[in-house]
């Protein structure tokens, strides 16, 4: 092969690696329009931060890969009942959803400001 030739074949493996990156990366844009036409909000809150029952989780602000996980797993329930989340109501939310929306939704939501947790990092927590 010649200096050219492997220059080029370099190039290309360069191009499908940013593809493939490209297609992994969370949207969160498209995050935010998926949860708004999924009706996220009727319980989870307006913010995704105030659940309308205390049952509810507050999902807004929670670790992106969490969300991503947990979204992953009302969906696995039925090929993998061990490791699935078995419940009703989010099986449901989330059955439409590819992969990929899962990931831009877990983006965006984890984007969100969260009431749970304000980390202080001024305060030295050693005694
Ligand atoms: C009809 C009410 C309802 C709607 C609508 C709804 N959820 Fe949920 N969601 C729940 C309930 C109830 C749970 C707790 C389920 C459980 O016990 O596992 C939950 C749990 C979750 C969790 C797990 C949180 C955690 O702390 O583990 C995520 C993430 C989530 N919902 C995201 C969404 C998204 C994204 C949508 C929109 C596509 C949505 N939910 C729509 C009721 C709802």
């Given at each position: 092969?010649?200096?050219?030739?492997?220059?080029?074949?370099?190039?290309?493996?360069?191009?499908?690696?940013?593809?493939?990156?490209?297609?992994?990366?969370?949207?969160?844009?498209?995050?935010?329009e998926l949860v708004k036409e999924g009706g996220c909000?009727?319980?989870?809150?307006?913010?995704?931060?105030?659940?309308?029952?205390?049952?509810?989780?507050?999902?807004?602000?929670?670790?992106?890969?969490?969300?991503?996980?947990?979204?992953?797993?009302?969906?696995?329930?039925?090929?993998?009942?061990?490791?699935?989340?078995?419940?009703?109501?989010?099986?449901?939310?989330?059955?439409r959803?590819?992969?990929?929306?899962?990931?831009?939704?877990?983006?965006?939501?984890?984007?969100?400001?969260?009431?749970?947790?304000?980390?202080?990092?001024?305060?030295?927590?050693?005694?």
């Amino acid at each position: 092969m010649n200096h050219k030739l492997a220059r080029l074949s370099l190039l290309g493996v360069a191009a499908a690696l940013a593809g493939l990156s490209a297609a992994h990366a969370a949207d969160v844009q498209k995050g935010a329009e998926l949860v708004k036409e999924g009706g996220c909000i009727a319980c989870h809150g307006a913010g995704l931060d105030k659940p309308l029952a205390p049952t509810y989780p507050i999902i807004a602000g929670q670790p992106e890969s969490y969300l991503f996980h947990a979204l992953q797993q009302y969906q696995a329930k039925h090929q993998t009942p061990l490791y699935g989340r078995d419940n009703a109501i989010m099986a449901g939310m989330v059955a439409r959803f590819n992969t990929q929306d899962l990931h831009d939704i877990a983006a965006y939501v984890a984007s969100l400001k969260t009431p749970l947790y304000e980390p202080d990092m001024a305060r030295d927590p050693r005694p």
